[in-house]
């Protein structure tokens, strides 16, 4: 490591939230804890031909954004806590940064620019985290539990006593946690806890390598009664999970404006914001304008979190999802919830897209599409195809709107330049969701008309 003298100035954050400056060689510096407008000096921790990249260690000039970080273990020194990555940079900025992600991946990778740029979704940029794998360490050495994220740039678990970004109740049971599993004796056996919390139920999934004996298992349920929580055990795989006790509230989720109510189990996906979710979902609905009497297919459906509510506008609705366990799960929701004879789920690989399996599914005159980080490449090249050979599915027609949410600008901006540049769609609106405030992480959501003449 090299400690510079040189003062920098700071241009740029990029993706990471790491200050973008420029030395006197011109050599562009990537600066951890730097922010734009600021003239700072770092320590040196890499060199490259064409980049450095360090560490803050002084502020000449302070940006008027840097606020001061909301949780004690967020920050730059040893032990630092990773889960979170601008906490020292003003909410509002942290918004407009991941705005402007979104704008730039779209041009930069997909040469594509959205018609209107809508005003990006967000929400409470505090206790918003629903969904959480907390690691857990026993150290032998000193005779301590640690749960929690790991640590900056490390593979270490951070000591954390907080955390800023779960609910309060969540982030007052870390230290009992701790105390709990140091008092198991398959303490050094238990790698992992995982949160899932629905509106009526803190469900926590407890990874265990050995059998638990009944000493723990008692442990574990006094601690539940104690704190109002439901465990699950998890012996191998997420298959494996199951209930310690039976009975109890059901793990589920609501989306108010619908009329919806999703139970589901701790390992399945859902969102980690429930507040950002129920205000996508809504927004997702009203760019996609449904009629009455419109078929709508939804791509990569997951437990029905889009095609349920989609149901209460649509003649039908068609969900389609890789994994056929959720595709029960979303049959079952749809009963539940009165939906059953307006919806009908289908198990693809929605990674081996074609024209032929495309024309399988039929014509539907809007899409849904929110698939996982990896986007929906084949999808969207299935389309293109189709668009520059007719031929490769007679009759099928492409839908005149398609509502794309993303959780990673780049596939989503890969995906757009297909759907764009190639199938004959215009991008009429976009906007970042800040589904993770205070992380680097991005989600958006995208709108693709199909043009008239086409």
Known sequence: MTQTTEWLKVDSIELEAQGV????????????????????????????????QGTLTAIKKESPLRVTPGCP????????????????????????????????????????????LLRPIEGPAWGYRYRARFSVRYVQ????????????????????????????????????????????????????IELAMGDEVIALVLRHLNPLPDGDLALLRAFAAEHGIQWWLQAKGPDTVKLLDEGGPELA???????????????????????????????????????PDERVIDWFCGLGNFTLPLARQAREVLGIEGSETLVQRSRENAQANGLAHKTSFVARNLFEMTPELLALDGTADRWLIDPPREGAFALAKAVADIAQDP????????????????????????????????????????SAVNMFPHTAHVESIAVFDRNASE
């Open 21 to 52: 400056a420029h030395n006197a060689e011109g050599k562009v510096v990537f600066i951890d804890g730097a922010l734009p407008g600021e003239i700072v000096q770092a320590q040196i921790s890499r060199r490259k031909n064409n980049w450095e």
């Open 73 to 116: 273990h967020f920050g730059l020194h040893a032990g630092a806590c990773g889960g979170c990555k601008m906490q020292h940079l003003h909410a509002g900025a942290q918004v407009a940064v991941k705005q402007r992600v979104v704008e730039d991946q779209l041009w930069h990778l997909g040469k594509v620019k959205p018609e209107v």
């Open 141 to 192: 050495k000193k005779g301590v539990v640690l749960i929690g994220f790991h640590e900056r740039k490390s593979r270490y678990v951070a000591d954390m006593q907080v955390c800023k970004v779960v609910p309060q109740v969540v982030s007052d049971l870390l230290m009992p946690m701790r105390a709990l599993i140091a008092a198991m004796a398959e303490r050094d056996r238990l790698p992992q």
């Open 253 to 291: 989720y609501t989306l108010p404006e619908f009329g919806i109510r999703m139970p589901f189990k701790p390992t399945d996906f859902t969102q980690v914001n429930p507040h950002i979710n129920a205000s996508l979902v809504g927004r997702a609905l009203r760019l996609l304008a449904v009629q």
């Open 391 to 430: 031929s490769l599915a007679p009759g099928w027609v492409p839908p005149k709107r398609i509502v794309y949410v993303s959780c990673n600008p780049a596939t989503l901006a890969r995906d757009a330049g297909l759907l764009v540049n190639v199938a004959g769609y215009r991008c009429t609106a976009a």
